[in-house]
């Protein structure tokens, strides 16, 4: 059981370019979402999905999209990147919207915008 | 965004010492969950508590939910290095929207 895998692991954009930071979970989990992590901030939330066809933002949203064509996929989408999208993502899911369920986190994608 | 704040931001201490991790907030949270991220990896879930004044034991950590559901404090028996790691609190919002807000997190190093 592989759980949640993100790839790619590690990653060098240059300003401006596009490019795609895909997760897959074969938990069947119907929630899904997307984190940045910065140095001294904690885990901040991207884009969350409570189920296929179903995306909504988060707190930090910005200069990011995300789709859920599919209950296992949730990519996040880089538009263009900037200096400041320099972070470790996680991907994480968890099996229902109710609350009090444990959130299960990819290994990362570490992201460097020069 | 319910702002959680942990304390002590960093924290060493000798093989055998206890320790304690706090995390505290003015809003009122549905549950509280702790999180331990090693490093390179992504954060696994310890606990989650949800009743106010509730306190679980997992071995050596107790974790215990205030009774406003305001707070939650992790504490460490006779720490080992293998509990080396960052500590992270999130709390899932009152209303129930499955959001979860995190802390900063808590570095904690156990020398052996």
């Known amino acids: 059981n592989a759980g949640v895998t993100q790839t790619p692991k590690f990653q060098v954009l240059k300003t401006g370019q596009s490019m795609t930071l895909q997760c897959a979970q074969d938990m069947n989990h119907e929630y899904m979402s997307w984190y940045r992590q910065d140095p001294g901030m904690g885990l901040r939330l991207i884009h969350y999905?409570?189920?296929?066809?179903?995306?909504d933002q988060g707190e930090v949203p910005n200069g990011y999209n995300v789709s859920r064509s599919t209950t296992e996929d949730f990519p996040l989408r880089l538009l263009s990147a900037a200096p400041s999208q320099t972070s470790v993502y996680f991907c994480?899911?968890?099996?229902?919207?109710?609350?009090?369920?444990?959130?299960?986190f990819g290994q990362g994608t570490r992201l460097t915008v020069v | 965004t319910q702002l959680l704040e942990q304390s002590p931001q960093f924290l060493s201490i000798q093989e055998g010492e206890n320790l304690t991790v706090y995390c505290n907030s003015s809003s009122v949270f549905s549950s509280l969950q702790w999180y331990r991220q090693e490093p390179g990896e992504g954060p696994v879930l310890l606990v989650t508590v949800v009743t106010g004044g509730e306190v679980k034991k997992l071995k050596r950590l107790t974790f215990q939910f205030g009774d406003a559901r305001k707070d939650s404090s992790l504490h460490i028996t006779a720490a080992q290095p293998g509990d080396t790691g960052l500590y992270l609190c999130?709390?899932?919002?009152?209303?129930?929207?499955?959001?979860?807000?995190f802390g900063a997190g808590t570095t904690v190093t156990v020398r052996a």
């Open positions: 994480a899911s968890s099996p229902s919207v109710t609350g009090g369920t444990e959130a299960f």
């Open positions: 999905s409570v189920g296929a066809g179903i995306t």
């Open positions: 999130a709390g899932e919002g009152a209303s129930n929207d499955y959001k979860l807000s």
